[in-house]
């Protein structure tokens, strides 16, 4: 069956770096774009990135556009986000999810993985 398993959230100061991961299975990862969203506590879930199938569109959110970076790894089945220059307001659970995956179009999310940017 599908999985997406998030991976490299944690504490970091502000103005650190993290890189998060999300490792795929059950699914051909090359063929689909894939997604980073984020929600906050209190907030609505938000979309951070977008990454089309081969990995040459990328989109982002305006809140991160210049300090967050979203990649893959198509041979790996991995889809990295790269964060740097962290606020306090990039605190969220972030998650992975792959959109109108197979012929009934179903969207796939992870567990999620905490991001929290605190000194």
């Known amino acids: 069956q599908v999985q997406l398993v998030e991976s490299g959230g944690g504490l970091v100061q502000p103005g650190g770096s993290l890189r998060l991961s999300c490792a795929a299975s059950g699914f051909t990862l090359s063929r689909y774009a894939m997604n980073w969203y984020r929600q906050a506590p209190g907030k609505e879930r938000e979309l951070v990135a977008r990454?089309?199938?081969?990995?040459?569109?990328?989109r982002y959110g305006d809140s991160v556009k210049g300090r967050f970076t979203i990649s893959r790894d198509n041979a790996k089945n991995t889809v990295y986000l790269q964060m740097n220059s962290l606020k306090p307001e990039d605190t969220a659970v972030y998650y992975c999810n792959a959109p109108d995956v197979g012929y009934r179009r179903v969207d796939y999310w992870g567990q999620g993985t905490q991001v929290t940017v605190s000194s």
């Open positions: 990454i089309s199938s081969a990995g040459g569109n990328t």
